[in-house]
């Protein structure tokens, strides 16, 4: 069955980027400090790593993050989803005003412009066909911006959530939670290592 997994990298004080983000600074002034697990060498931020995007069908981002890994210091062979990991699933953007090209064509973008639920349901959509072709149940990952993952969380549409708690404080930046309905989780697995404490919720 395809599953919507929120999964973002997160500071102690609930932050997904530092201050300041921007197209040319996409996670903000020491946001870098969040994605030092993503890098590791340990073999169970590996095994994370790996686990998470070999199981991903398809991909939903917001627009904001689409001009980050699109634009011109963004993804690589070496940078991009799961690099070195797994193969190129589907992507979903979100957004108003789809762009006129895009840098990575490789890859496989859909653009939606009628919002996030519908972006959801494509990208759903994409993962179930994928699962169909490779034979084993492959998941929608909502992996930001934290607009993103928030606003999908707050209306419902997660059914689980993964985060990537780094051991830093940012101070300020895009927080994650900023209000909403209240949810009740289930925590499902803890992985800590020296760069992240990585918890599984399913959303109840």
């Not at 300041?20 to 946001?31: S, T």
Request: charge should be negative; avoid cysteine.
């Amino acid at each position: 069955m395809t599953r919507i997994i929120a999964d973002i990298s997160v500071s102690l004080d609930g932050f997904v980027t530092g201050p300041d983000p921007g197209p040319d600074n996409g996670l903000g002034d020491g946001g870098e400090a969040l994605h030092t697990w993503a890098f590791s060498e340990d073999a169970d931020d590996r095994r994370v790593l790996r686990e998470s995007t070999a199981g991903s069908g398809a991909v939903v981002l917001g627009r904001r993050l689409f001009d980050v890994v699109d634009g011109p210091g963004g993804w690589d062979d070496q940078t991009g989803y799961g690099a070195g990991e797994v193969g190129k699933p589907a992507f979903v953007v979100v957004t108003s005003s789809p762009p006129r090209s895009v840098r990575l064509t490789d890859l496989d973008w859909t653009f939606v412009s009628t919002g996030l639920p519908d972006a959801v349901a494509a990208a759903r959509e994409r993962a179930e066909a994928a699962s169909s072709q490779r034979g084993e149940d492959l998941d929608v990952v909502l992996m930001g911006g934290g607009a993103t993952v928030g606003s999908a969380f707050d209306a419902g549409l997660v059914d689980v959530l993964r985060l990537h708690l780094a051991p830093v404080v940012l101070g300020a930046g895009t927080p994650l939670f900023t209000g909403g309905a209240a949810r009740t989780l289930v925590r499902r697995d803890v992985v800590p290592t020296s760069t992240a404490t990585h918890l599984t919720y399913d959303v109840v």
